[in-house]
């Protein structure tokens, strides 16, 4: 489905991203982990065209998206939650919605029932401006708009972004004890909505995920492969049943 061969990236003279390479299949998530600075959020971009390679190849199936501008990588089929969301705060919920959907020219029809269906929250709040919801509702309206573009992909950048690490108990199934920063109260209800969201999705089967995230706990959970970043190179992947101490603790500890 998604391939990364390669790519290479830089900023004002310092390399990024160092020949990284990832693929991501149909129905599976795939999560893409590392320390801070370690160039996953630039790999992201770099997927959909937000920041320029200076090599390598991104290809959807057989398609190669390298020279196409982020616009028609999402007409392609690339779906985007960036770092923070995004979201239009002065717009309602539902507006937020349809805007994926009138970028591209298309009719909602079912999609906004299945959107409603893994997150039902939103759908008491759709006259709500986005700008008064809760962290973790607006990644989930920042989520199920991406969805509504009929991604193949879809990328998500930090979807549990604001809760502290080291805190979550089997995020997705339980979640026993949580300290917030900037969240409502019922954000780790969203956040454990949102990883069961991710796991429907893999259980249909139709999109791959490929998904950038800090907390061990929800990769355990939710994905099926993961790759370790460091210095803008992928220096470990496999399996996440693979995923063990002994790499946790040379690639992600601080």
């Given at each position: 489905m998604l391939s990364l061969s390669n790519i290479a990236v830089s900023y004002d003279g310092s390399r990024i991203l160092r020949g990284a390479s990832l693929d991501v299949q149909p129905g599976t998530v795939v999560c893409l982990m590392?320390?801070?600075?370690?160039g996953k959020t630039t790999t992201l971009k770099a997927t959909v065209g937000l920041v320029k390679t200076d090599g390598g190849s991104v290809k959807l199936g057989d398609a190669e998206l390298g020279t196409l501008k982020p616009d028609a990588r999402a007409r392609a089929g690339i779906g985007y939650v960036p770092q923070g969301r995004d979201i239009f705060?002065?717009?309602?919920?539902w507006e937020n919605l349809r805007i994926g959907a009138i970028a591209q020219g298309r009719k909602l029809n079912g999609e906004v029932d299945r959107v409603m269906t893994l997150f039902p929250i939103l759908k008491e709040m759709l006259q709500r401006k986005g700008g008064v919801l809760s962290g973790g509702q607006q990644?989930?309206?920042a989520i199920g708009r991406a969805l509504l573009t009929n991604p193949k992909v879809l990328l998500l950048d930090e979807p549990?972004?604001?809760?502290?690490?080291?805190?979550?108990?089997?995020?997705?199934?339980?979640?026993?004890?949580?300290?917030?920063?900037?969240?409502?109260?019922d954000d780790p209800k969203r956040v454990e909505e949102i990883g069961?969201?991710?796991?429907?999705l893999r259980q249909e089967g139709q999109i791959g995920i490929l998904l950038v995230e800090q907390y061990l706990d929800f990769c355990l959970d939710v994905g099926d492969r993961f790759y370790?970043?460091?210095r803008g190179a992928i220096v470990a992947q496999g399996p996440i049943a693979n995923l063990n101490d002994a790499i946790v603790k040379e690639h992600l500890t601080v």
């Amino acid at each position: 489905m998604l391939s990364l061969s390669n790519i290479a990236v830089s900023y004002d003279g310092s390399r990024i991203l160092r020949g990284a390479s990832l693929d991501v299949q149909p129905g599976t998530v795939v999560c893409l982990m590392g320390r801070n600075g370690v160039g996953k959020t630039t790999t992201l971009k770099a997927t959909v065209g937000l920041v320029k390679t200076d090599g390598g190849s991104v290809k959807l199936g057989d398609a190669e998206l390298g020279t196409l501008k982020p616009d028609a990588r999402a007409r392609a089929g690339i779906g985007y939650v960036p770092q923070g969301r995004d979201i239009f705060p002065n717009l309602t919920v539902w507006e937020n919605l349809r805007i994926g959907a009138i970028a591209q020219g298309r009719k909602l029809n079912g999609e906004v029932d299945r959107v409603m269906t893994l997150f039902p929250i939103l759908k008491e709040m759709l006259q709500r401006k986005g700008g008064v919801l809760s962290g973790g509702q607006q990644q989930q309206l920042a989520i199920g708009r991406a969805l509504l573009t009929n991604p193949k992909v879809l990328l998500l950048d930090e979807p549990t972004e604001g809760i502290q690490p080291n805190i979550i108990d089997q995020i997705g199934e339980t979640i026993k004890k949580l300290r917030t920063r900037g969240l409502n109260d019922d954000d780790p209800k969203r956040v454990e909505e949102i990883g069961n969201a991710i796991k429907t999705l893999r259980q249909e089967g139709q999109i791959g995920i490929l998904l950038v995230e800090q907390y061990l706990d929800f990769c355990l959970d939710v994905g099926d492969r993961f790759y370790i970043m460091d210095r803008g190179a992928i220096v470990a992947q496999g399996p996440i049943a693979n995923l063990n101490d002994a790499i946790v603790k040379e690639h992600l500890t601080v």
